[in-house]
C-alpha cells in the first residue's frame, strides 16, 4: 500500500534565487525506496518534505503541494504528531544529537512516546545493538568518534520504531561494513514489519544496488527517472553525466557485453555472466617510496581519559611525496592519530619527528606551517562570516601581503569551484560547500603535508573526483598527503599505500595493490574492497585497483 504519496510538490526556500524542487511527484509503499542525483538536486528537500518537516519547520518564500502520510496531509501537523509515525536522520548528523550521553540520547524519542520504562529499555538495548554501539552506553555523546555520532543518530531514530524511516546519507561516516550493517537491520525491521518504508539517498551506488528496490533520480529539483533497481543501474551513462559513480559489476558489463542489460548487481551474478578470459595481464608490481621521511612516530601513547589508552605504542614513517590512506573501524584512532601528527593533541608518551625536527613539545601553531590538517566535520573549522574571510584566515594570521592573499584565494577558490560563493556566510551553504571550504582554508596556506580526515563525505563521487585530482596535482608539486576514508574505491584510485588501523594500533602497512590483495583479513577488520578488487582476483588472480585497470589488462574470449 501508499505509505508516501509526494503531490506535484513545490519549495523555494526564503530567500533562494530558484526553487530546489519543481513539481515532484513520488509514491512510497512498501520496497525500499533510493533516491539518487548529484549534490543540490533536491534529494534533502525531498526527504525533508516526506518526513514533514518541509512546510512545518523553517522558512520558505513559496510551498505548493502536498504530501500525505497514511493519506493524511502532513500541512499543519505538529511536529509531536509527525514524529510519532515518521523519522529522518539528516545528512549532518551532529546537529540531530542534542543529549550529553548516549543512553539519554537514545531513550529521549521512546520517553516522548510516554513509552513503558520496560519497552523504553528494551527498544534503547536494541537500538544500541544494531547500531554497533553496545558498551558505549555511558559515553559523553562528544566523546565519541565520528561515524560513532553518526551510528547515534542512526540508534536514537531506530528507537523510535517509525513508520517511515529516511536515511539521508546516513552512513557517510560509516566505516565499510558498518554501511552494509546499517541496511540490514533497517531492512531487518520492513521483513518484521516494525517499519513500513524506507528511504534512502546514498551516493554508493553498490549499497544502493544491493538494498534499494526502486530508484528515483534527481535533477535540478525534478524527478528525471523512476524504475526498478536494475534497470536504473543499468543506465551508466546517465549515472556518469550526472557525476555518480555506478556499481563496478554494472561499469564492467557495460563495457564487455554491452547489449545484454540489465547488467548484473552483485559479485555472484557478475561471476556467473561473465565470458571467458584469455588473457589477463599482470599488474606492475608494487613498488614502496623509500624517500626521505616527512614524519616520523615513535612508540606514541595517548589517552582522551586516564589509562584509558586510544594509541598504543604506535610507531609510523610517512615518506616525502606518499599520497597514504589510513583506513580503519569507526573509532579505531585514525582522528585521534592524526590529530597528533598535526599537533592538535600531545602525547603521553613517544616522539612525533616533522622533516627531521623534533616536534613533540610544539603545538599546531608552530606545526601549522609544515602540516595542514582537515576536520572530519568542517563545522569545526569554520567559523567566519564570509567564505572568503574563512579562506584567508590563515594568510592574515601569517602576515602576508593583501595582493599575495587575494591572489592565493583567488587561486585555491577556482581550483575548488568556490569562487562564486565567496562573499557568502559559510553557515548557510550545504555540506558539501562547508567541506570545500574547510579544505580551500587548509590548501591556501600551501603546507608540507596534508591531512584530510574523511573529506568526500558529503560530497557526491564527482565532486570527490575533482577534489582528489587537486589533491594529486599537490602531491605532484611535492605535498605529501595523508588521506583518511572510508570509501575504499578513494583509496584505490589515489592512494600508493594504505595503513590500517585497529584498536589504537598499526596492523597493516603497505602498497595499495599489496594491502588491497588480502581481502578476507580486511574484512575482518570491517574494510570491504571495491568490488572490482574481488572481481579480478576470483576471475585473473590479480589485484585491478579500478574498473579502467580491470577493462585495459583482462581479454576475453569471443565467440
Ligand atoms: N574526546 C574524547 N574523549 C574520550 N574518548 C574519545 C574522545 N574522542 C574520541 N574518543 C574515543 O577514542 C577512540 C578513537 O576515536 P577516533 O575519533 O580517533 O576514531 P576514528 O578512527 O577517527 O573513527 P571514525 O571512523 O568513526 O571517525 C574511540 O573509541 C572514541 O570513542
Ligand atoms: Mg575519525
Known amino acids: 500500500m501508499t505509505r508516501v504519496e509526494v503531490k506535484n510538490v513545490w519549495v523555494k526556500y526564503r530567500g533562494a534565487r530558484d526553487y530546489a524542487l519543481k513539481g515532484v511527484d513520488l509514491e512510497v509503499g512498501e520496497g525500499v525506496v533510493a533516491v539518487i542525483g548529484p549534490t543540490g538536486a533536491g534529494k534533502t528537500t525531498l526527504c525533508k518534505a516526506m518526513a514533514g518537516i518541509i512546510p512545518n519547520m523553517g522558512a ?72 554497533g554501539l553496545e558498551g558505549l552506553e555511558k559515553r559523553y555523546s562528544f566523546a565519541l568518534s565520528g561515524g560513532q555520532k553518526q551510528r547515534l543518530a542512526i540508534a536514537s531514530l531506530l528507537s523510535l520504531q517509525p513508520t517511515l524511516l529516511v536515511l539521508d546519507e546516513a552512513t557517510s561516516d560509516l566505516d565499510p561494513a558498518g554501511k552494509r550493517e546499517i541496511y540490514e537491520v533497517a531492512k531487518g525491521l520492513m521483513e518484521r514489519e ?42 551508466v551513462d546517465l549515472l556518469k553525466n550526472l557525476g555518480l559513480h555506478p556499481p563496478d559489476t554494472v561499469e564492467v558489463f557495460g563495457h564487455i557485453t554491452p547489449s545484454e542489460k540489465p547488467y548484473p548487481l552483485s559479485l555472484d551474478e557478475a561471476l556467473s555472466r561473465m565470458p571467458k578470459v ?84 610544539y603545538g599546531v601553531m608552530i606545526r601549522g606551517k609544515e602540516i595542514g590538517y582537515i576536520f572530519q566535520n568542517p563545522d569545526y573549522q569554520i567559523f567566519s562570516n564570509t567564505v572568503r574571510e574563512e579562506v584567508s584566515y590563515g594568510l592574515k594570521a601569517a602576515g602576508l601581503p593583501p595582493h599575495e592573499i587575494d591572489a592565493r584565494v583567488k587561486q585555491v577558490s577556482e581550483t575548488l569551484g568556490i569562487s562564486n560563493l565567496l562573499e557568502e556566510d559559510p553557515f548557510f551553504l550545504n555540506k558539501a560547500d562547508r567541506q570545500r571550504i574547510a579544505v580551500a582554508s587548509i590548501l591556501v596556506l600551501n603546507p608540507k603535508v596534508i591531512i584530510l580526515d574523511e573529506p568526500t563525505t558529503g560530497l557526491s563521487p564527482g565532486e570527490t573526483t575533482a577534489l582528489m585530482n587537486t589533491v594529486v596535482e599537490l602531491n605532484k608539486q611535492g605535498t605529501t598527503i595523508i588521506t583518511i576514508t572510508h570509501d575504499m574505491w578513494v583509496v584505490a584510485r589515489y592512494c600508493d599505500r594504505v ?28 574494510i570491504e574492497v571495491p568490488t572490482v578488487v574481488k572481481l579480478s582476483r576470483q576471475l585473473a588472480g590479480h589485484t585491478y585497483l579500478t574498473v579502467d585497470e580491470f577493462l585495459q589488462n583482462v581479454e576475453f574470449q569471443t565467440g
Open 60 to 131: 520558505y518564500d513559496d510551498f505548493k503541494g502536498d504530501v500525505l502520510v497514511d493519506g493524511v496531509s502532513t500541512k499543519g501537523m505538529k511536529v509531536g504528531e509527525i514524529s510519532k509515525k515518521i523519522a529522518m536522520v539528516f545528512q549532518d548528523y551532529e546537529s540531530q544529537l542534542f543529549r550529553t550521553t548516549v543512553e539519554l540520547e537514545v531513550a529521549f524519542g521512546p520517553e516522548n512516546l510516554m513509552l513503558q520504562r520496560e519497552e523504553i529499555e528494551e527498544r534503547c538495548k536494541k537500538s544500541l545493538k544494531a547500531a
Open 499 to 526: 595503513v590500517l588501523m585497529a584498536d589504537g594500533k598499526i596492523i597493516l602497512d603497505g602498497p595499495t595493490r599489496q594491502v588491497f590483495s588480502d581481502h578476507e583479513f580486511l574484512e575482518r577488520y570491517d
Open 278 to 361: 584469455a588473457r589477463a595481464n599482470p599488474p606492475p608490481s608494487p613498488k614502496l617510496n623509500s624517500g626521505e621521511p616527512a614524519i616520523m612516530l615513535e612508540d606514541i601513547w595517548f589517552s582522551y581519559q586516564k589509562d584509558d589508552w586510544i594509541i598504543k605504542g604506535l610507531g609510523l614513517v610517512v615518506r616525502k611525496g606518499e599520497i597514504m590512506g589510513l583506513i580503519g573501524q569507526n573509532g579505531s584512532g585514525k582522528t585521534t592519530l592524526a590529530q597528533l601528527i598535526a599537533g592538535i593533541l600531545k602525547p603521553a608518551r613517544g616522539k612525533v619527528v616533522v622533516f627531521g625536527r623534533d616536534m613533540t613539545r
Open 194 to 235: 516494525v517499519i513500513k518504508s524506507l528511504v534512502l539517498v546514498d551516493h554508493h551506488l553498490e549499497k544502493v544496488a544491493a538494498f534499494a528496490d526502486t530508484v528515483v533520480v534527481m535533477k535540478d529539483g525534478r524527478i528525471i527517472k523512476t524504475g526498478d533497481v536494475e534497470e536504473v543501474m543499468s543506465e
